[in-house]
């Protein structure tokens, strides 16, 4: 069974340009998360849907982030623009509904210089 | 505010010594307390989890001590092997439906010398 799949892996640019990250969530599941990991800390919530309803985004910083699971499978996570404090790990997991167990994917690196 | 607190930030055991990381929490309301286990270049993988009704979880070489009166709970691996060098995670959370949100600890890099 395949796993939780993120692209691109890595993803290096130059602040003040936009940037979108990819998620595909395990089959079946309707419970899709985009988290933020910094180097040395441990993963925080950024966003939760519930099939394509953005159910929990109080986290995401709206000014410059967004989201979007319009056919509720697949999930992009956007900013425009970047800031050189946007570099970390952007996660992405997905749950058979809210209280099921995490599946996290490999993530996606992003450097903004 | 961090409402999970996690140490030690980084450990070094020997192969076949004990690895214990431990955790506390402030919030009452945490129901579930999940480990998670995560390899450079990977996303954290659920290891094991608790509920605050036993106050120990056994699945192998792993182990979770829970002390809800002291709001604190532990990993204990059993004969750490070069393999388990990893980050680990604690997280918690509270209740089910549309309130489960994972809170993670700040990560505990182990590294196991063969």
């Known amino acids: 069974e395949a796993g939780v799949v993120q692209s691109p892996r890595y993803k290096i640019i130059e602040k003040k340009q936009p940037v979108a990250f990819w998620c595909n969530p395990i089959?079946?599941?309707?419970?899709l998360y985009w988290y933020l990991q910094n180097l040395g800390q441990g993963p925080e919530l950024l966003i939760r849907?519930?099939?394509?309803?953005?159910?929990?985004d109080s986290q995401l910083p709206k000014d410059r982030f967004s989201a979007e699971r319009l056919k509720g499978v697949d999930s992009t996570l956007k900013i425009q623009p970047a800031e050189l404090g946007d570099s970390a790990v952007y996660l992405c997991?997905?749950?058979?509904?809210?209280?099921?167990?995490?599946?996290f994917g490999p993530g996606t690196r992003l450097t903004v210089t | 505010q961090q409402q999970v607190k996690q140490s030690p930030q980084s450990l070094i055991v020997q192969k076949g010594g004990i690895s214990i990381i431990n955790c506390a929490y402030e919030n009452t309301a945490f129901d579930y307390f999940p480990w998670y286990q995560q390899f450079p270049g990977k996303g954290p993988a659920l290891l094991i989890a608790i509920r605050p009704d036993v106050s120990e979880k056994k699945e192998g070489r792993f182990t979770i001590s829970f002390n809800k009166s002291a709001k604190q709970f532990s990993l204990h691996i059993m004969d750490s092997q070069p393999g388990d060098s990893a980050t680990y995670f604690c997280?918690?959370?509270?209740?089910?439906?549309?309130?489960?949100?994972?809170?993670f600890g700040k990560g505990t890099l182990l590294t196991v010398n063969p």
């Open positions: 849907y519930e099939n394509e309803e953005a159910v929990d």
């Open positions: 997991a997905s749950s058979f509904g809210p209280q099921g167990m995490q599946y």
């Open positions: 089959s079946g599941h309707n419970t």
């Open positions: 997280a918690a959370t509270a209740g089910g439906g549309s309130n489960y949100k994972l809170t």
